[in-house]
């Protein structure tokens, strides 16, 4: 370890010094304490209806006593160059539109502040909870009972339908919606109801949250009811097979201001494979939302 050779340096010129009476310049707070987030996660904010608490918070943005430490992924340790009671402060970095190496602050969630006492060469462990910043309106589902989304046909064919299902093998959430494809039934395109336009018209950003863990790529998309607008579907964001559950964040704000698009059905597509080898493709969905302030 880089800092146990510092160390071990340190040591030998202190030994040094004492030997011919030098002067020992080796302030404390060059040697570091560290801070570690095993977990970050989210909490109830009682003026939200948040429909569910996932999250995939990856990483943290880092400031001690108002200056940067750095970006510690979770869970993850830093070096931190600060003794004594010190205010921690923490952004919630969540992966955006798909790359998992573009990390963005998740506008949608507190900033976090803790109160922390860094000793030299201390580790301080902190649990940090956000939540979503009051006044957020969040449309979606976590796929209970009779809460599916995307129930309205767009595709045609009735055999290509969102159930609910209890084998989505996600602890702790619960029941899961399924879309099965085959070679007779391979396309899937569905609406949330047209009686519950999403309307984003005095909002000025909006994120798409999706949770999934799919056999083929899904497509989520907008179709636009805004009132003088043409009726247009926009097929905007692609999310790639995965055969373990995924969370992932897309930012709407940029398609819904280029296009002046006020009220929307939120709309999802995918198509099954020619070729591919699978008897059939199991789509799973859970806490599909749109979150807009
Ligand atoms: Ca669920
Ligand atoms: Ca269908």
Redesign the pocket.
Known sequence: MKYNKLFAGMAAVFLLCTQYSCEVINPAEDVPAYLTISSFTLTDNPDVNER?LAAKIVAANVLVNNETVGVISIPGTLPVFAAGEATITLDPLVQQNGSGEMLEIYPFWERVNLAGNFSPDDTLVVNPQTRYVSGVTVYGS???GTDILFVQELDENSQTAVSITNQGGQAG????GKITLTDDNPIFEGATTEGELIDVSGANRAFLEVQYKTDVNLLFGVLDKTAGNTETVFREYGVLAKDSWNTLYFDMSSLLISQNVGRFQLVMSATYPVGSGLDEAIILL??IKVVYL
């Open positions: 569910s976590d796929f209970t959430e619960g029941t899961v859970d806490n």
